[in-house]
């Protein structure tokens, strides 16, 4: 495997304002081509394409994260779909998934609209940013243990940028959840010992540097077809987990 694009100093994001930082973060991981078998998968994927969506331009790169430069809550996912975020460019935009999470988070006001079809649709949120610890889709919705250590770089400077306004995490679903916490724990802040395991509507705080820089890290299924037609994941439960974490947040009282 190719060695990654590390985030660092080089880069030109070290001095930068924090959306000004952002953004160029953004473009890099909009660049990277470290994992050749999921820059293989997602330029097929972009080049085959699904028939329902033959008249589209795939998006066919890695996904960046989506929201404010300023956000107070991150939602943490998996990683994009071959025919959803591979396809539009924006994290859990253009299939089922993003369907129910962003109808959730408009539910608890935390978005402007309950729909997300395409990047251009006027989605905005309202102190919430979404990410993915691996940005390309893989095969099978599968990345490898590799293939998720190659990417933690872009997810380790993503939350650094985001460090002085960030107070709580979503993380949907146990992939994410052991992906998030070595990056959390690179980025400065401590994460205890035994890490914590996954479980929906697990809560663990994770100290910072400063006493007002702590994070209050939230465990909930991911908002996969699986667990949402299962009866899993409803609609309720995952509201529950995102107004709670708004509130830890400051989002909301």
């Excluded at 080049?47 to 996904?63: E, I, N, Q, S």
């Excluded at 991150?74 to 990683?79: F, S």
């Excluded at 306004?165 to 992906?179: I, P």
Aim: aromatic share 8%; hydrophobic share 40%.
């Amino acid at each position: 495997m190719d060695t990654p694009h590390r985030p660092d100093p080089a880069d030109g994001t070290t001095g930068l304002s924090g959306s000004t930082a952002l953004t160029a973060l953004d473009r890099r991981v909009a660049g990277c081509r470290a994992c050749p078998r999921l820059v293989a998968w997602r330029e097929e994927v972009a080049h085959t394409k699904r028939a329902a969506f033959a008249d589209w331009t795939y998006w066919g790169r890695p996904v960046p994260g989506f929201g404010p430069p300023d956000a107070r809550l991150l939602i943490v996912g998996l990683a994009p779909a071959a025919h959803g975020g591979n396809r539009t460019g924006r994290m859990f935009t253009g299939d089922r998934s993003g369907d129910v999470l962003y109808q959730a988070l408009y539910d608890v006001g935390l978005a402007s609209q309950p729909t997300s079809v395409a990047a251009d649709d006027g989605l905005e949120l309202y102190g919430v940013r979404v990410t993915a610890p691996v940005h390309c889709a893989p095969p099978a919705n599968k990345p490898t243990p590799d293939e998720r250590n190659t990417c933690r770089p872009w997810l380790v400077q993503e939350v650094r940028l985001l460090r002085p306004t960030l107070r709580a995490v979503v993380v949907l679903g146990a992939f994410g959840w052991h992906a998030a916490l070595p990056a959390f724990a690179e980025a400065g802040w401590t994460v205890p010992r035994p890490r914590p395991v996954f479980a929906h509507g697990t809560r663990v705080s994770l100290p910072g540097q400063e006493a007002y820089d702590g994070l209050e890290l939230f465990g909930c299924f991911h908002v996969s077809q699986r667990n949402t037609f299962t009866g899993r994941l409803t609609p309720e439960m995952l509201r529950d987990v995102l107004r709670t974490a708004a509130v830890a947040a400051g989002l909301l009282k």
